[in-house]
């Protein structure tokens, strides 16, 4: 019986992903076997089954939930697979419009175009069924059972196509069946019967039998082949068919549905009938719903839009801030620059002017010393004057004797020496004052040109610290721990560490120098950003560097006192104690 059916087919168990749900042992298992004539030719329903139209090109059904599945449609007749349904169903009819009598003789029975020349079956189960049975892959042995079943209960030669579709609500078969029976039909027999009792009866009345009506065609007999639905379609064979279907689908947990259940079939039209009154319905209810989310959504734009207004207004006075920034930065690259420019005038003024003070001290002393000279003379010349009133005196008093001459004489020499050294003097003095004077006026002017300069640069800074006072007090900062040259400045204001080899350092607070057994190298850097921003040496503020610095000294110190006050103690010999003899 499985030599029609397709064994080759293969469908992922997993491709119809829509019945993959966690519920399926929750839902009562019911077969689905539902009988449905298919009135007027047979390619009005082929078009459907096999999504082909009489021209080949593709049809679409309305009822298609996943057309991207339709690739996944199955046909399981051999046959059909070959030539169509369409002409499978016709080859199927050609055997009852041409046949033999029981004496050999061939002929042909005709088929009306009302008739109905193939049932359609429809073969499935409830969607949660037909989701377990894909999840345990066993959807290929369902679909070669179904079609087994219906071969064994109609015939193998009436089942002319079996198309299994993937693509709709539920996966199930289409099953053609050609209902081809054999034998003479109810309404025959029954007339025979009929005819029967009538010629009996009239036999027994003494009257004459009915006569026969005119046949124009060969009734059939138990070998003729004819074309029936109603013979297959019977009230108690179609709940026959119910329970053997159910029968043979034991095997994949299906059974049949309640009998005598008031539920009926419903036709398709009035199912989707049904079904798009309850999607209108809920259309209705998410259009409200969606009417209420797009009022959410307007109110939400309103603030958005409020929102960004704020955010442009931000991001306008952002800009405007950041171009007066920018100004402020190029204001403080031109001072700098103008500062940079200063800097050499600067250290070359301040060289004269420790130049015109180094000479103005040699002046001082210059002075001093002549000031002493002059302050000797002054009491030499007194010296003289003094020796000549007494000489004069003891001239005049005539006692002066030979000696004294010679004294006389002697001094003379001397006061004439004196005054020669004194005029020789007064001439240096005179000469060292013009100089002086030369030079205090030139240092004169060179400290009126300093003030100056020194005003100049101090409105540069104040002006720099009045636009700029943050990098303003980090310049500060870097001057007073003695980081004068601009590089290092710019780096360090940009941003990097600058690592200094072991130095002195001086302490900006008191100008005193750390000892050299507690230099160490030393990582400069700014801290933070902004008004929070400050210049640290090795991670710690300036000040709290020195401090720390100061306690390891006097740490050092106040240890270095114990040991040397230990070593004294150890040093000093013991006092005796009073009443103790030595």
Known sequence: MRSDVCSDVAVCPYVYTKFLISQTHNMSNYVVCHYEKCYGPPVSYTTHIERKKADGSEHIPYNIKRSDLTRHNREFIAEARKIGRT??????????????????????????????CCIEIRLSASPEAMAEIIAQGRLMDWCRESVTWAQREHGKENIVSAVLHMDEETPHLHVSLVPV?????????????????????????GKEPPRKKRRYKKKADTSTLRLCADDIMTRGGLKLYQTEYAAAMEQFGLRRGEENSPARHKDLAEYYKEHCEEMHARLDEVLSELAKVERLVEDKDTEIRHRDDIIRRKDDEISLRDSELEKKDREIARQQRTLDELMPRIEKEQGRFDTLFTANEYLEGVELSADRLLASYDSRESEVVRIESEALERINSASISFWAKKDVEKLAKENAGLKLLVSSKDTEIQKERNETEKERTARERAEAGMERLKDTVSFSQSALARRHPVEARLLEELVSIGIHRPDWQDKILGGETLRFAPRKWADPSNGREIPEEFYQEVDVRMENRGKDSFISMCGMRIADFFRNIWAKITEALGLKKKQEEEQRKQQKPDTPRRGMKM
């Open 87 to 116: 002409a499978a169903i016709e080859k199927r009819l050609m055997a009852v419009k041409h046949q033999k009598d029981s004496d050999g003789n061939e002929y042909e029975r005709k088929i009306r175009k009302d008739q109905v």
């Open 181 to 205: 029976v054999q034998g003479e039909s109810k309404k025959q027999a029954t007339t025979k019967k009929r005819a029967a009792k009538d010629k009996e009866k009239a036999e027994s009345e």
